[in-house]
């Protein structure tokens, strides 16, 4: 193994929703500088959300180049890189050309983002089987995972379906097109597209049984046939392609990558800190969507809550992921839908923040979270506005708001603002209670993603949960997580355990105010009566 000098340096690159990001890291897990670059996306009637390979390409360049400049190192200082994505499908073409995925017919609109909800008759369909592999997807398998959205390919677009060469999740294609290997991530497989990673294979039968048993027939070569490992060195490194892209050196070490809530869950849950361990934290991932990710000895089997998935994370460790499809998005829809939002977007702007952001700051500035009983008053948010994904598994589940007035003012904008961040709390509790129900001991919140950069979104998730709410010490842990994927490639660490271990460690600690206890109480059992409510009003309807 070779060890490396210290003005070696790894790179993290994370694709959110959002934007493409990428962070200069040293051997110790501290930032030198990130930088990102946003994505486009596209949104259509029928649930139908696009993103483009190579506008994600671009940004992607644009936020290294960005970062090693920023840095000030030179490029062949990166000694190792590493990636993760959201969960989104992409279709390739001979020649890797992209093809089109959706009605619109643009080739260049070739990724069928994680948040589409088009395949959710496939999904359904899929889940009438009952199939073996899905007691490995929490029971339920969602239309935001890659093998419903395939369905719907090879029913909706067969042409598109038959001339793919390959398809892939985010992540690996972004391995692919900086090193040109065809392996295959074991956490995106698992996780997305009912590979058994603990058996190391593809079920032939649950593919024939679904409707696309092509896939079967063809060996699964459109899907992957190498599976490895997170942080697995790929081919021959950077391809001069790829490196002449991002400004780096041919050659640099590229680590299999991980889905980008797996990286703030590497970036987290093993860091140096005496706040729980391994076994006991919970690592929450708070951005677009929030993911929640725990770690286990051997298999859990909780229903509703996606898994169990062998090695997906912690290499060895079983993984369960719950969370809910709207977050940090949730918070953004319900803000643009009040009267004062315009005007409080307006002087966010000045403050050159964002409207959550600035509302989190007039929090503080009104006595902060020791407060939030009196500002949020009455107002009740369950925010599923794109379902729940966890622990009730129901995409067609939606938001519910009670208790509004008559007010437009700020004061009634931020009492919406903290409800809804009390109810993705709330959600968060139902989560971490099912895991527990199923002997899951979770005593430590670990997050990570660029809401969790808040202190008083840390401090209502801690008042909501019970539980302690610890930061990373690194800025940007979701980057971190991938440039330990980086550090394991470049034969730094022997493995990612040394890796998290020695590049990350905790900061910030988030304590359940007890003045609070019975507060929080009260709000989840009104958060469970609206859910209750909602599920009547529908199988009524
Ligand atoms: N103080 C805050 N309160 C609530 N939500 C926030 C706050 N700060 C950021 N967010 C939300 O976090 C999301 C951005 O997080 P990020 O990790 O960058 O997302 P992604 O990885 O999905 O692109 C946005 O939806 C944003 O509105
Ligand atoms: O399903 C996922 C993880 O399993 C998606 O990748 C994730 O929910 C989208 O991430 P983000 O909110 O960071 O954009």
Avoid at 267 to 282: D, E, I, S, Y
Wanted: proline letters at 4%; glycine letters at 12%.
């Amino acid at each position: 193994m070779t060890k490396q000098s210290d003005d070696q340096h790894f790179l993290g690159i994370d694709v959110g929703t959002g934007s493409a990001r990428a962070g200069v890291f040293d051997r110790s897990g501290k930032l030198l500088a990130s930088d990102n670059a946003p994505i486009a996306l596209w949104r259509e009637p029928g649930d139908i959300v696009e993103h483009s390979s190579e506008d994600i390409w671009r940004a992607v360049c644009r936020s290294v180049r960005g970062a090693v400049a920023q840095a000030g190192i030179a490029p062949d200082c990166i000694a190792g890189i590493g990636f993760d994505a959201t969960c989104s499908l992409v279709v390739l073409g001979e020649g890797g050309a992209p093809l089109p995925v959706g009605p619109s017919g643009d080739p260049a609109r070739n990724v069928i983002v994680w948040m589409d909800h088009r395949a959710a008759d496939q999904a359904r369909r899929i889940n009438q089987t009952g199939e073996t592999v899905l007691d490995y997807v929490g029971g339920t398998i969602s239309p935001e995972m890659e093998t419903p959205k395939l369905l719907w390919l090879a029913e909706n677009m067969p042409d598109t379906f038959s001339r793919a060469w390959q398809f892939m999740d985010l992540t690996d294609f972004l391995t692919w097109r900086a090193t040109g290997s065809l392996s295959r991530s074991i956490c995106t497989v698992t996780c997305k597209w009912t590979y058994l990673g603990h058996e190391n294979r593809w079920d032939d039968q649950f593919f024939r049984r679904v409707g696309l048993g092509v896939l079967a027939d063809e060996q699964f070569r459109r899907i992957g046939t190498e599976i490895v490992p997170g942080g697995t060195r790929l081919a021959a490194g950077l391809t001069a392609e790829a490196a002449a892209d991002l400004g780096l050196a041919t050659g640099t070490p590229v680590a299999a990558g991980l889905i980008d809530a797996h990286a703030g869950g590497v970036g987290t849950v093993g860091a140096r800190g005496t706040a729980g361990t391994v076994l006991t934290r919970m690592a929450y991932v708070f951005g677009t969507s929030a993911c929640t990710m725990t770690t286990t000895l051997d298999p859990s089997f909780v229903p509703g809550v996606w898994g169990p998935y062998f090695s997906a994370m912690v290499p060895g460790l079983w993984l369960n992921e719950g969370g809910q499809s709207a977050a940090g998005a949730a918070i953004e829809h319900l803000l643009q839908m009040h009267p004062h939002s315009a005007q409080a977007t307006q002087a966010a702007r000045q403050k050159q923040q964002t409207l959550a952001d600035w509302l989190a700051s007039e929090t503080e500035s009104r006595g902060g979270d020791g407060m939030i009983p009196q500002l949020v008053g009455e107002v009740h948010v369950v925010p599923e506005f794109l379902g729940n994904r966890a622990p009730f598994a129901d995409p067609e589940a939606r938001a519910l708001i009670a208790g509004l007035d008559m007010r437009s003012d700020l004061e009634s904008l931020l009492a919406l603002y903290l409800a809804g961040l009390c109810g993705l709390g709330c959600g968060a509790r139902q989560i971490v209670r099912a895991q527990q129900d199923k002997g899951i001991a979770v005593d430590t919140i670990v997050v990570s993603g660029g809401a969790a950069k808040s202190r008083l979104v840390r401090q209502v998730l801690a008042d909501m949960t019970g539980l302690t709410v610890a930061a990373s010490a690194s800025p940007e842990a979701v980057l971190l997580g991938s440039a330990m994927l980086g550090s394991v490639a470049s034969g730094d660490h022997d493995n990612l355990g040394e890796a998290m271990e020695a590049m990350s460690v905790l900061g910030d600690i988030s304590r359940p105010q007890a003045a609070l206890a019975d507060w929080a109480d009260r709000r989840f059992r009104a958060f469970e009566a609206l859910q209750k409510v909602g599920r009547a009003i529908r199988s009524a309807s």
